[in-house]
C-alpha cells in the first residue's frame, strides 16, 4: 500500500461556535461552515472536520467521553485502496461512501478510513532564511516575524490505548505501517506510514488505566519562529498552553502544545526528522518527551508583569 498523508480527523465538536473558533484561530481556511457540519483545510488540503454529536452518521467513539471520531488516510491510487478493502474485509466490517472513501474501526475501537488522496505540493510561503556560521542565506533583509501561524499539513495523530500489541500488528502486518521507535517494555510506539517520511504519522501510548483517549494531532509549519510566532498569537487569543514550547528528543521536532475543545491536545511542529528503510528503530528505555519545555507557554505582557526594556537593562 502507498500513503500520501492523514487526510482527514472528524470530530464530534460538544460546541460547534467554540471548535470553529478554535480551529480558526489555529491557523485553517474554512472551507465549509454551518451549524451542524464544518470542515478546516491546511495548506496541502488536509482536513479537520466537525460535526455536532447528533450527526446520524457519525462513527462510534472507542470510548463514552471521546470526541474524536475518525481518521482517514490518503492513498496514492484506487488499486491501492481495493488491496485495502479487501485485506480489512477479512476480519471486520468495511461501509464504503459513494465517493469511495471506506470505513472501519482499528482493534481499539478507534474510527478509521481510507481514500484517494493527493495533497497539494505547491505550497504559498518559504521557510525563514537562516544565517549560520558555515552558510549565509538571509543578506541586506530582516528576518520573517510570524503574526500567526498557517499550518502546512497534519503529521501526526496519537492515541492513548489498552492494547499496543493487538495495534502495533494491525498497523504493521495488515496496513503496512513501518515502525520507527519505541519505548521499551510496550509503553509506546512511534509509526510512519510510509519507507521514506517524517519520523512519525501514528504515536500510540500504552493506557495504564485501561482506559482509550484521544491524545493530540500535531500540524507542521514553516519553521521553529513560526511554532513560537503562531503559538504567542494562539495564546493571545485565549487557548490555554497544554506544554511547550520545547523539543523533543525522539524525532528533534520543535513543538507547542495547546489543549483542544474537542478533547486531548493540539500541536503545531517543525524540524522533524525524516527517516527511510534504513532507518534503525530505538528501544527506548526512559521517558525522552523533552529535550527542554517550557511548562506554560511563553509568558506575555500581565497587569502584574512587565516587558523588559532596553532602558531597564543592567538594573537589579
Known amino acids: 500500500m502507498t500513503y500520501t498523508g492523514l487526510y482527514t480527523t472528524l470530530f464530534a465538536a460538544p460546541d460547534m461556535k467554540e471548535a470553529q473558533r478554535f480551529y480558526s484561530d489555529w491557523g485553517l481556511r474554512k472551507i465549509k461552515g454551518s451549524p451542524s457540519h464544518s470542515v478546516f483545510e491546511t495548506k496541502n488540503g488536509s482536513r479537520v472536520e466537525l460535526k455536532t454529536p447528533n450527526s446520524t452518521d457519525l462513527p462510534p467513539p472507542a470510548a463514552p467521553d471521546m470526541h474524536f471520531r475518525e481518521m482517514v488516510w ?36 478507534i474510527g478509521l478510513g ?77 509509526l510512519r506510514c510510509a519507507a521514506k517520511s517524517q519520523h512519525h504519522n501514528l504515536f500510540m501510548i500504552w493506557s495504564a488505566d485501561g482506559n482509550k483517549r484521544y491524545h493530540h494531532t500535531a500540524f507542521e509549519v514553516r519553521d521553529i519562529h513560526e511554532v513560537f510566532g503562531g503559538g504567542v498569537a494562539f495564546d493571545k487569543k485565549g487557548w490555554k498552553t497544554e506544554v511547550g514550547p520545547g523539543r523533543h528528543p525522539i524525532s528533534s521536532a520543535y513543538f507547542w502544545y495547546f489543549k483542544s475543545p474537542c478533547g486531548g491536545a493540539i500541536e503545531y511542529f517543525t524540524d522533524s526528522d525524516y527517516v527511510t528503510e534504513d532507518w534503525k528503530p530505538h528501544n527506548y528505555r526512559i521517558n525522552r518527551f523533552s529535550e527542554w519545555h517550557l511548562p506554560d507557554g511563553i509568558q506575555q505582557e500581565k497587569e502584574d508583569k512587565i516587558r523588559p526594556s532596553m532602558s531597564a537593562a543592567g538594573k537589579h
Open 114 to 190: 481510507f481514500r484517494v488522496w493527493r495533497p497539494r505540493v505547491n505550497i504559498d510561503g518559504a521557510r525563514t532564511k537562516i544565517n549560520s556560521y558555515d552558510k549565509v542565506e538571509r543578506i541586506d533583509e530582516i528576518s520573517t516575524f510570524y503574526g500567526e501561524a498557517r499550518p502546512i499539513r497534519m503529521g501526526h495523530i496519537g492515541f492513548v490505548l489498552p492494547d499496543l500489541k493487538s495495534a502495533e500488528k494491525f498497523y504493521r502486518d495488515r496496513l503496512g505501517f513501518w515502525l520507527s521507535d519505541r519505548y521499551a517494555g510496550g509503553a509506546a510506539i512511534f
Open 74 to 109: 490518503g492513498v496514492s491510487s484506487k488499486s491501492h485502496l481495493r488491496t485495502i478493502k479487501l485485506e480489512l474485509s477479512k476480519d471486520r466490517e468495511v461501509l464504503e461512501d459513494k465517493d469511495g472513501t471506506i470505513h472501519c474501526l482499528d482493534p481499539n475501537g
